[in-house]
């Protein structure tokens, strides 16, 4: 089992629809938990980043972690069609220059005009 | 927020050459530099980690012998990927952790032919 999963997609929703993005993971001692943005031959960009359980709103982007379910989600409101990539969950079991990120595999988007 | 400028930003060699990628860190010293390798259709996944002054940890089956990491200042750290073979065609990419707010380069699409 991977420590990390995440619905691959493809997923193709009309402008201005709410994605959710999910990932679940089995180790209970990450604490903190990452979404980014990727878009095809580009580095990763970070769009949300929370410490254990809770939400944190940023604009149309809203991260949700329930740590005892062991599950975290991305929302993005009034999605566009520059929102579609490939959006990646991270996470890592504690903070330091010397933590390691385990990543998702990513679910691609694609937000249809 | 802090910026890492990664080059070359592709590259096709021929089995059997050596390939260097650069990542510089801009607006910041880092102690230390995480890199990423992604296969396609896969999760990033941390190969090693480079620390100034100090010689690189890498992750369980990564060979050291092949992907030489140098670290060569605060400002600069280098992947070497030596006598490189097809499937060392891959995306790599490094980011200097947490303490830089999870930055990531924009990445190398190595291609070996």
């Known amino acids: 089992q991977k420590e990390v999963e995440q619905d691959p997609g493809p997923l193709s929703v009309p402008e201005g629809a709410i994605v959710s993005l999910n990932c679940t993971y089995s180790?209970?001692?990450?604490?903190?938990f990452m979404w980014y943005r990727q878009y095809s031959r580009k580095g990763p960009e970070l769009l949300m980043y929370t410490y254990s359980s809770g939400n944190k709103e940023d604009g149309r982007f809203t991260a949700q972690v329930d740590k005892s379910s062991k599950y975290i989600s991305l929302f993005i409101r009034d999605s566009q069609p520059s929102d579609s990539a490939t959006y990646l969950c991270a996470m890592s079991p504690y903070g330091g220059a010397t933590n390691k990120l385990i990543f998702g595999t990513g679910t691609l988007l694609a937000v249809q005009p | 927020g802090a910026v890492v400028s990664q080059h070359p930003s592709w590259v096709i060699c021929k089995s059997g050459t050596s390939v260097k990628i650069e990542c510089r860190s801009l607006d910041f010293q880092a102690t230390t530099m995480f890199w990423y390798r992604q296969f396609p259709k896969q999760s990033l996944m941390l190969m090693a980690t480079?620390?100034?002054?100090?010689?690189?940890?890498?992750e369980q089956g990564v060979e050291k012998d092949k992907f030489l990491i140098n670290h060569a200042s605060l400002t600069l750290s280098t992947l070497t990927v030596t006598s490189a073979h097809p499937e060392d065609s891959s995306f790599y990419i490094c980011?200097?952790?947490?303490?830089?707010?999870?930055?990531f380069g924009s990445g190398t699409r190595l291609t070996v032919v």
């Open positions: 480079s620390n100034e002054g100090s010689k690189a940890t890498y």
């Open positions: 180790n209970s001692a990450f604490q903190y």
């Open positions: 980011s200097p952790g947490m303490d830089y707010g999870y930055t």
